[in-house]
T-cell receptor, first 114, second 117 residues
């Protein structure tokens, strides 16, 4: 299984809603990533988890709350988002220890905040 | 600070022609890695090819090859015999080590490649 899955594929939410994005991989990768990508721009790193512990937070607003409950699962909890948070949210994973190994990306969740 | 520069916002190529996508990088590290990804309109980032700073030969993967010129700090992607399905956004990225030893990628701005029939 060489796949990273993300659910939902699309999400529309109001600014007062609470929602969660889910990412799952069964490749035994112990590093997992959340990215935000606006149209026609490169992905921007948000968070990195290594061995289920948060190792990088790129100064992301607290309305985004990551969670890594186990080595296969990564969540991104959303609360009180703004319209400018509308974007494609990508999850990725990679094995720790081999610097040549790529990150494996999921298909993304397209988020629209109204 | 590490930086990736892709100077071609868009490129248009005839089907079956070869195409070169430019990427230059800036780093003071001796050990680094460079990746190329393809992103179709569906959104998924697809890994294409990797070049390590100590690799003596240019990387190749099928129709993809990397023209690595270390002294010029360039890592251009060459796609041979382009196909309509190659139309996508292409990102060059460099591996950097962040806080607590976690690896992350620094991306260029990307090049939108369009293959014309």
């Amino acid at each position: 299984d060489t796949e990273v899955t993300q659910t939902p594929k699309h999400l529309v939410m109001g600014m007062t809603n609470k929602k969660s994005l889910k990412c799952e991989q069964h490749m035994g990768h112990r590093a997992m990533y959340w990215y935000k990508q606006k149209a026609k721009k490169p992905p921007e790193l948000m968070f990195v988890y290594s061995y289920e512990k948060l190792s990088i937070n790129e100064s992301v607003p607290s309305r985004f709350s990551p969670e890594c409950p186990n080595s296969s699962l990564l969540n991104l909890h959303l609360h009180a988002l703004q319209p400018e948070d509308s974007a494609l949210y990508l999850c990725a994973s990679r094995p720790v220890g081999n610097p040549q190994e790529t990150q494996y990306f999921g298909p993304g969740t397209r988020l629209l905040v109204l | 600070a590490q930086k990736i520069t892709q100077t071609q916002p868009g490129m248009f190529v005839q089907e079956k022609e070869a195409v070169t996508l430019d990427c230059t990088y800036d780093t003071s590290d001796q050990s680094y890695g460079l990746f190329w990804y393809k992103q179709p309109s569906s959104g998924e980032m697809i890994f294409l090819i990797y070049q390590g700073s100590y690799d003596e030969q240019n990387a190749t993967e099928g129709r993809y090859s990397l023209n690595f010129q270390k002294a010029r700090k360039s890592a251009n992607l060459v796609i041979s015999a382009s196909q309509l399905g190659d139309s996508a956004m292409y990102f060059c990225a460099m591996r950097v080590v962040g806080d607590q030893g976690a690896q992350k990628l620094v991306f260029g701005q990307g090049t939108r490649l369009t293959i014309n029939p």
